[in-house]
């Protein structure tokens, strides 16, 4: 037996020893999924056990290393413990910005202390993260970014002063911590004067106001920060070059976003809701298989070139345009599948409208984490290296 065979066989033993059963039915509601926190209240006693035993097993983030609270695993392994979690059903254990965004920006740019001290509590899912980037100015054009952190080392200080206003704060009025982009030097160059801070949601001075889409729900917030004081030692990377932070982050934000990797498949998903295709139906349903076949290979193949040490780069921009643009197809179909009951609104046959409101949530999914737009442009300048008429 190989390694990788002999590392199957223990995963999938201590998934069907670990895994409680109420983690392997299908999430269907938000508080069925657990992001973690100071401020979170499990859903029951099982999704707080899988939450303490998966975090205990390094396995919430498997690829990370150990003394940070992951697991230290290979890619290879990682998929095993991902493919063994599909094969029963298991929820993931955490939600987490923190393990998707934050995590690998720290460990690339982070100090040792700042390590220490988030990574491992991000594991444990003792931390919930928001992301501070966009700005009612500054959207697409995210380097015009003007929320101003100054330093009052002058004034007897040890700590940055900050102000301004972010949009589209992801469960910002949820987080615990925010990462934020802030500008710490306005003489030159938009990208630069750039720098990347951490600090506390609970900071005086931080308030936040949520915003309603057309779905009826939202995670998105306003923020605003008045004379926050962030300690100096909360600052990641060089002072006024958060942009390279930025950069990177965002790679692995598309990545995240455009990922449809552990959807369920479409005809499944349409064979579930009761509903026999007729020969229309069934030929949109295989056209979108078919591509998020192809997709998925993709993206597997990019991931592996990344692991391997190649820069995803522009190539964020590709995962994340193509996965948002097929997540609307797919849920397009989807409501063409359930005719017109896919367009009830509030009832208990219909989990309070849940099909609806995830495919008008899919409408958003091409403009957050910058616009499809803009991600075309990407691919224009930096993949297919076109001209630049403008």
């Not at 966009?134 to 900050?162: Q, W, Y």
């Not at 106001?209 to 990377?237: A, M």
Request: aromatic share 10%; proline share 4%.
């Amino acid at each position: 037996m190989s390694d990788l065979e002999q590392f199957r066989t223990q995963t999938r033993a201590w998934l069907e020893e670990n895994c409680p059963q109420a983690m392997r039915t299908p999430m269907n509601r938000e508080t069925d999924a657990c992001w973690g926190g100071r401020n979170w209240v499990f859903q029951n006693d099982d999704q707080k056990l899988w939450l303490e035993r998966m975090a205990a097993k390094g396995w919430t983030a498997p690829s990370w290393p150990k003394q940070y609270g992951g697991a230290g695993l290979s890619r290879a392994e990682d998929k095993v413990l991902q493919q063994e979690m599909k094969s029963i059903g298991a929820r993931p254990a955490l939600l987490s910005f923190g393990i998707w965004m934050l995590g690998p920006a720290l460990l690339k740019f982070g100090s040792e202390e700042q390590k220490m001290r988030y990574l491992p509590e991000i594991c444990r899912g003792e931390i919930r993260w928001c992301q501070g980037y966009s700005e009612p100015n500054a959207g697409s054009d995210l380097a015009a970014l003007a929320t101003k952190c100054e330093d009052i080392s002058d004034s007897g200080g040890d700590h940055f002063l900050v102000n301004g206003s972010k949009v589209w704060t992801s469960y910002a009025d949820q987080a615990d911590w925010i990462f934020c982009l802030v500008r710490t030097d306005n003489t030159g160059k938009k990208h630069h004067g750039i720098s990347f801070v951490l600090f506390d949601m609970e900071s005086e001075g931080v308030t936040t106001k949520p915003i309603k889409l057309i779905s009826g729900r939202s995670p998105f917030c306003e923020t605003f920060f008045e004379d926050v004081k962030v300690p100096k030692e909360n600052l990641v990377g060089e002072r006024d070059k958060g942009w390279n932070i930025a950069k990177y982050l965002l790679t692995h934000e598309r990545e995240m976003i455009g990922d449809s990797g552990n959807l369920k498949p479409l005809a499944q998903m349409v064979a579930e809701m009761g509903v026999t295709p007729d020969a229309a139906l069934q030929a949109k349903i295989t056209e979108v298989s078919i591509d998020e076949w192809a997709f998925a290979q993709t993206m597997s193949r990019m991931l592996a070139e990344a692991k391997a040490g190649a820069s995803l780069g522009a190539k964020s921009s590709f995962l994340k345009y193509y996965g948002t643009e097929l997540n609307k197809r797919r849920y397009e179909v989807m409501m063409d599948a359930a005719g017109y009951d896919g367009l009830e609104w509030e009832s208990d046959r219909s989990n309070d409208g849940q099909l609806a409101r995830l495919w008008l949530r899919t409408k958003g999914n091409s403009i957050e984490g910058g616009t499809s737009e803009v991600q075309l442009n990407i691919i224009a300048k930096h993949i297919l290296e076109l001209p630049n008429t403008a």
